[in-house]
């Protein structure tokens, strides 16, 4: 049994240590908008965060969150508030939307970090999360535009 | 999410009346489930149905239903814009749902072919403005005033001279009992339009950025199984036989299984495409557990041999022999250069371009050639079902319900009214989904287990199934006499297992000796439809060979194909011209004035131009390339569109910004290889996507304005940014590239 901090609550958990992280999010705990996209570290679209870090949930162990807080995209604020939620609408940026979980919480970390990314620490960032519709360019000016929001 | 609801489906089937998805007598109310997806609203007891697309409440919320299936193209967000426009209701006020699978109320329900907008736009405008003439005769009859005296804004029913004013909410029960008579019916004159024509922002948007269940992979339902499906490695192969012994020791394992999926001679339509008839089975509870059990299956494959496929149609059934050889990437090439030196099937001839080419003073002669492309769909394949003796409903991501429903009726021998199919948002489809195999294997793994059952396909599953976009080839001739003016042109395509040639298109029409022909190889590897089929190869090589024409002619590129759009526009040469020569000149203008083609201090990049008609619509870019550490990178983009009238205009924008680095990143990166049968992409760590470093800082989408009604434009811009992004390359480097994808390795040599 392991406990494991998400969004702010205790879950018990009883699966193999070994469980992937996304697949305890999605199939045990229910919190579906992390999502399975290669599960193979790849394209992102299942990133969390992990004691404040971007992790991808699907090759991270349940043992190794354990005793960690784990924040998912239905945490990142209680009422879509944080700045890239409010640009992600702002600009409509997605078009199926099924990266943009993960596009968001990887962004939400630059953020964190840097609070005036320019467009080469953007592409570094975000290298690691793929969005076959190919809605880059608005995720860029999302969060540039996030970054003006958060410095008001 | 909703589950099952049986009252939900009776009272659509008893509300099912008249053709075209409009139903415009029905009478009543009726209890109706609120599913969580419609909002915040709270959940009103009653609903007012004036048709199958509007359903207003008492309190005078106005719920518009979406007929098509999403992926991406936000029809969510611009159909139900459409029936907002004619029905005259408060855009803001409106609560989108997704229409259940039901082709009598809801109309062909289908997704792809960029036709949702074409098909839907006179339906629902039609839809809209019944609605609101049927609330104006229910005010009209209650305030004994004449119809044509009732005026209505904003969801509000005004009488001037009276003063009467209710809202639509008010006269909702009354207006469901009004008879239409034919004709009466007078949709709006586009100029008033106030929803149409300005940008609405995506209806599903903040339930996206918040992480809420949309996708069919999110679906839950109670007891329901996980099931996976070992499908043979490789094209051409099939289960020989397994053992699961060690599989079913592992934990969550239910029931480990062979499964056949078509009967023999099951005749196939279309869309009924299945890559391998027999696969392993693995259910279990949870998704981690599967793939699990998975690793610990063991299955002896052997060669399937030729097979026979038997595909229905209008002239009875036929035969198909699917060939058994285990193919490889190089075989595939090299079979292709020999069927190209083969006489092929004549598809268009016009004038004696024979002649032509033997009187030339120059022939240009080209070869260009494609891989195939997987879709890469971020979500992977998934479908939720639950068949029992008398009924199934399947739920999950579906381009085409109304092609699969029928499939399932026959093999589940249950009749179409026992099938519930409900869409969920898809995350991804670029034509994947049109091919429903992927319902029939859930519900055939459903009946087997007796459960409700998820099939989940893994990434790597999901890859190596097939349903590519084909593998292609063509040659371009061109012929210049002395005056290096074009006197004839000769496209021979071919491909495994199609042709690409659309042999009605430009430049056809503009030549006055022009020859197109096709040939093909049967294959085991299955395609399928994927973003703009064919085109997406023939605007790569036709808008290259024709840029490497025009500099051979001394000519400008994008005056060169204006001089033969003014030729097909003034004088066409033959018939069956698809396309509109003077609305394809007009967006090539566009894209000219718009980009500064040739302006001072566009220098600094490597431009490319190409332009492209399909799906009835017009797409043509500049794209502007620079070399980056040793890659090439398109910096910046400029297009143009004519698709008619634009329904929402931003969302369009963002459609047509995807389509571009859509376009760069498969025809810079995108090809999927195979070595005896086995594809040798698996995952996104070997099958590259484009990604955030290499996608355009900036792509700036210009639309033609013009009241012609709305036509396709999920795909149309697509097609043209290859061939774009091959004359920008050769901008950059000095050197044509035939051969997809393209790239700056020196081993690029061109095929010819």
């Keep these: ?84 939620q409010k640009a992600w609408l702002e600009l409509d940026v997605s078009q199926c939307g099924y990266c943009q979980a993960g596009q968001i919480m990887s962004a939400a970390v630059l953020l964190k970090e840097n609070k005036n990314p320019t467009n080469e620490d953007i592409d570094d960032a975000m290298a690691g999360n793929i969005c076959r519709c190919g809605t880059y360019l608005r995720i860029r000016e999302a969060i540039q535009l996030a970054a003006k929001d958060q410095k008001k | ?73 936000n029809v969510m967000t611009s159909l139900p814009m459409i029936v907002a426009e004619e029905l005259d209701v408060e855009w803001q006020k409106v609560l989108v749902e997704m229409g259940p699978h039901d082709s009598v109320k809801l109309g062909s329900q289908f997704t792809g072919g960029s036709n949702s907008v074409r098909m839907y736009w006179r339906i629902l405008r039609e839809a809209g403005a019944t609605a609101r003439y049927m609330l104006v005769q229910a005010a009209a009859q209650t305030w004994g005033v004449p119809a ?141 557990e599967v793939m699990n059990a998975r690793k610990k299956l063991i299955v002896k494959w052997k060669p399937a041999g030729d097979t026979k496929d038997t595909m229905g149609g209008r002239g009875g059934a036929r035969e198909v022999v699917v060939p058994g050889e285990l193919e490889s990437s190089d075989a595939q090439y090299q079979k292709m250069q020999d069927f190209a030196s083969k006489p092929a099937q004549l598809l268009r001839k016009d004038g004696d371009p024979e002649t032509a080419f033997k009187n030339a003073a120059q022939v240009i002669e080209r070869t260009f050639t494609a891989p195939f ?133 430009f430049p056809a029409g503009a030549v006055d000796n022009y020859l197109a022909e096709g040939w093909q190889i049967p294959s085991n590897i299955t395609v399928g439809a994927f973003r703009a089929p064919r085109s997406n190869f023939n605007a790569a090589a036709e808008q290259s060979f024709l840029d490497e024409v025009a500099e051979a002619m001394g000519k400008d590129p994008i005056e060169f194909r204006l001089e033969l759009l003014k030729r097909a526009k003034e004088n066409p040469v033959g018939k069956n011209n698809e396309y509109d020569a003077a609305r394809y000149a007009g967006v090539l203008e566009l894209v000219r004035d718009k980009s500064g083609w040739k302006n001072s201090g566009t220098e600094k990049y490597s431009r490319g131009v190409a332009a492209y008609f399909c799906h009835s619509s017009y797409a043509a870019h500049v794209v502007d390339m620079v070399i980056r550490d040793g890659e090439p990178y398109v910096k910046q983009v400029f297009s143009a569109i004519d698709c008619g009238i634009v329904v929402n205009p931003d969302a369009a924008s963002n459609m047509v910004q995807g389509a571009v680095v859509d376009g760069i990143g498969n025809a810079l990166y995108g090809g999927l290889t195979h070595k005896n049968g086995v594809s040798e992409q698996r995952n996104f760590h070997n099958y590259r996507i484009i990604r955030m470093r290499e996608a355009p800082k900036k792509v700036e989408v210009f639309f033609v304005k013009n009241d012609i009604d709305p036509t396709g434009l999920g795909e149309p811009p697509f097609p043209p940014v290859f061939g774009a992004v091959a004359n920008a390359l050769y901008k950059a480097s000095g050197q044509r590239f035939y051969k997809q994808p393209y790239s700056l390795k020196p081993t690029d040599k061109p095929i010819v």
């Design chain 1, 1 to 84: 049994m392991a406990t494991l901090n998400i969004n702010k609550k205790n879950y018990n958990i009883d699966a193999d240590p070994d469980t992937p992280l996304l697949w305890v999010l999605r199939d045990i705990i229910g919190l579906v908008g992390t999502k399975y996209g290669c599960g193979v570290a790849q394209c992102g679209a299942c990133v969390v965060h992990l004691n404040g870090e971007a992790v991808r949930s699907c090759v991270t162990k349940l043992s190794r969150a354990e005793g960690k807080k784990v924040v998912t995209i239905e945490g990142l604020s209680e009422t879509n508030s944080h700045p890239l």
């Design chain 2, 1 to 73: 999410m909703e589950k099952t609801n049986n009252s939900r489906r009776t009272f659509l089937k008893s509300s099912a009346l008249l053709g075209g998805g409009l139903m415009i007598h029905f009478t009543g109310l009726a209890n109706f489930d609120i599913s969580e997806r419609t909002g915040t609203l709270g959940t009103p007891a009653e609903l007012i149905e004036l048709n199958g697309y509007v359903k207003i409440m008492p309190d005078n919320t106005i719920k518009i239903i979406c007929p098509n299936p999403e992926f991406g193209q």
């Design chain 2, 148 to 288: 044509e005296e009732i005026t209505t804004k904003a969801g509000m029913l005004y009488h001037e001279k009276t003063g009467k004013k209710g809202k639509y909410g008010d006269f909702a029960t009354k207006a469901a009992g009004v008879t239409v008579a034919k004709g009466v019916v007078k949709p709006k004159d586009i100029k008033n339009f106030n929803i149409v024509r300005t940008s609405k922002k995506n209806v599903e948007g903040t339930k996206i950025i918040s992480g809420k269940p949309l996708f069919g992979l999110d679906y839950k339902y109670d007891g329901m199984l996980i099931a996976m499906i070992e499908h043979p490695p490789g094209f051409g192969m099939t289960v020989d036989s397994f053992d699961a012994t060690a599989a079913l020791k592992m934990p969550g394992v239910k029931e480990v299984f062979r499964q056949k999926i078509y009967e023999d001679g099951f005749e196939q339509g279309g869309f009924d495409v299945r890559t391998f008839n027999e696969v392993v089975v693995v259910v279990g509870k949870t998704t981690w």
């Design chain 2, 373 to 505: 492309l997987a879709h890469n769909c971020m979500e992977p394949i998934n479908f939720f079902a639950h068949v029992t003796a008398d009924k199934a409903l399947l739920v999950g991501p579906l381009q085409a319900p109304g092609w699969t429903e029928p499939t399932l009726s026959k093999i589940l021998k249950l009749p179409a009214d026992k099938i519930e199919i409900q869409m969920t948002r898809m995350g991804g489809g670029f034509g994947r989904r049109a091919y429903g195999h992927y319902l029939v294997e859930a519900a055939l793994i459903s009946k087997k287990v007796n459960a409700p059952v998820k099939l989940i396909y893994s990434k790597e599953d999901d890859m190596t199934y097939g349903i590519y976009r084909p593998m292609y080839t063509a040659t371009y001739r061109a012929a210049l006499d002395a005056d290096k003016k074009l006197i004839a042109f000769h496209v021979k395509g071919g491909g495994i297992p199609e042709h690409p040639i659309h042999a009605n298109r």
